[in-house]
């Protein structure tokens, strides 16, 4: 139990296009997801709490209308990398929480050329 | 600043030795501690979680928890060559957000 699924597992694509990471539990509803970014060798970083049915809160740092979030069901989370920059490529991982326990998604590798 | 801190090592064993991870956290409003495990490019799977003082084993891993000291162990016995990777340490608050340690690398070696 407790699978959580992610797509793309990863994406390459032209400077100053957008990209949308679909973060999905399968197996569970989740209230409440995380997106979570990672630079090769750092350790997590937390950028947003993806809540249903509400606006996502941002971690000081992180543009809103940059990284959009819409968690439109209980089940579904996407992050959308919007007018994407080198600087962006990152490995993108999204959790969702059951029971106070967050379960990770596989992961998303963009690569912005 | 809530903090979890973790020696980020690396930390090298023998397999089948005991390995040991240690973490300390500064919040004593946390409430629900997680290992996690993370293999170079892959992203992290949960290992245990412990809320209650005291040891919880699973298999191979005991956790332990001390609240008043603020801290947190991972014991790995009979360690293989598998199990090297990044282990991750985490304080939750009561709406699931989780504050990660900077991770301490495992290194089993044969």
């Known amino acids: 139990g407790a699978v959580v699924s992610q797509h793309p597992s990863w994406v390459i694509c032209k400077s100053g296009t957008s990209v949308k990471i679909e973060c999905r539990s399968l197996?569970?509803?989740?209230?409440?997801m995380f997106w979570y970014r990672q630079f090769p060798k750092q350790s997590l970083m937390l950028m947003a709490t993806?809540?249903?049915?509400?606006?996502?809160?941002?971690e000081q740092g992180v543009e809103k209308d940059k990284f959009l979030i819409n968690h439109a069901s209980l089940t579904l989370s996407t992050l959308t990398v919007t007018s994407a920059h080198p600087e962006d490529s990152s490995f993108y991982i999204c959790?969702?929480?059951?029971?106070?326990?967050?379960?990770f998604g596989p992961g998303t590798r963009l690569l912005v050329l | 600043q809530k903090e979890v801190e973790q020696n980020s090592g690396p930390l090298s064993v023998p397999e089948g030795a005991i390995a040991s991870l240690n973490c300390t956290y500064s919040?004593?409003?946390?409430?629900?501690f997680f290992w996690y495990r993370q293999y170079s490019g892959k992203s992290p799977e949960l290992i245990m979680f412990?809320?209650?003082?005291g040891d919880k084993e699973d298999g191979r891993f005991t956790a332990q928890l001390n609240k008043a000291s603020q801290y947190v162990s991972l014991l790995i016995r009979d360690s293989q060559p598998s199990d090297s990777a990044t282990y991750l340490c985490?304080?939750?608050?009561?709406?699931?957000?989780?504050?990660f340690g900077q991770g301490t690398i495992l290194t089993v070696h044969p």
């Open positions: 959790s969702a929480s059951e029971g106070g326990t967050q379960y």
């Open positions: 197996d569970f509803q989740a209230t409440t």
């Open positions: 993806s809540n249903e049915g509400s606006k996502a809160t941002y």
């Open positions: 919040d004593r409003g946390s409430q629900s």
């Open positions: 412990i809320y209650s003082n």
């Open positions: 985490a304080s939750g608050t009561s709406y699931g957000k989780l504050t």
